[in-house]
């Protein structure tokens, strides 16, 4: 079956530009989270969907980044305005949904904030 | 605080040796333990995962763990080490907090080198 599918794989921005990712989930997957992974850390988890819903954005920095699931299959995560501390690898992962599930884990995007 | 630890950044190991990539946890409540591995400029790859039952669960590339609860770790095994499993190697938790769906945490990751 096909995998988490993500784009762009890199990106390079000024500070305050705006910047979206974008996330195709493995199909039939009701889970999606959007991962922020510094280098040298493990991901850390920004925002997690059921189907069309959000169920946890505590650590989403939602006063520049966004995030939408729109029909409850691809996902876009939006940064406005970047910063530089924002320069990481975004993951996408999803999972079927159920508590002992597998994530399963595009290749994520390297985004570069100069 | 839940959380994960992986004690170790960096675990080197000559080819053809036994590896171990220690993992511990602190939780309330049963943890769902997972392991993945990161290669460079890639995603996580899933390797294995203990949900419940035998404490010593196998996964891909002949990769094990052993859940140990009076412990409280879940290090990750294998009785040979190739070149190829050099890579970052990452535990993770599940908890099933009284008013959240459900929260996932990641280890720091370790480097593990296998020299030939």
């Known amino acids: 079956e096909a995998g988490v599918a993500q784009s762009p794989r890199y990106k390079i921005i000024e500070k305050r530009q705006s910047v979206a990712f974008w996330c195709n989930p493995i199909?039939?997957?009701?889970?999606l989270y959007w991962y922020q992974q510094i280098l040298g850390q493990g991901p850390k988890l920004l925002i997690q969907?059921?189907?069309?819903?959000?169920?946890?954005d505590s650590q989403l920095p939602k006063d520049r980044f966004s995030a939408e699931r729109l029909k409850g299959v691809d996902s876009t995560l939006k940064i406005q305005p970047a910063k530089l501390e924002d320069s990481a690898v975004y993951l996408c992962?999803?999972?079927?949904?159920?508590?002992?599930?597998?994530?399963?884990f595009g290749p994520g995007t390297r985004l570069t904030v100069l | 605080a839940q959380s994960v630890a992986q004690p170790e950044d960096q675990v080197n190991v000559a080819e053809g040796n036994p590896l171990t990539v220690k993992c511990t946890y602190s939780?309330?409540?049963?943890?769902?333990l997972f392991w993945y591995v990161q290669y460079p400029n890639r995603g996580l790859q899933f390797l294995l995962k203990?949900?419940?039952?035998?404490?010593l669960v196998k996964g891909s590339y002949g990769f094990e763990a052993e859940f140990n609860k009076s412990q409280t770790s879940f290090h990750l095994k294998k009785p040979s080490a190739l070149v190829s499993d050099s890579a970052l190697y990452f535990c993770?938790?599940?908890?099933?907090?009284?008013?959240?769906?459900?929260?996932?945490?990641f280890g720091s990751g370790t480097k593990l080198n296998v020299k030939p």
């Open positions: 992962a999803s999972s079927l949904g159920g508590y002992t599930d597998t994530q399963y």
């Open positions: 199909s039939g997957h009701a889970t």
């Open positions: 969907f059921q189907n069309n819903g959000v169920v946890d």
């Open positions: 939780v309330s409540g049963n943890p769902y």
């Open positions: 203990y949900i419940t039952g035998d404490n």
């Open positions: 993770a938790v599940r908890v099933l907090p009284l008013y959240n769906f459900n929260k996932f945490y």
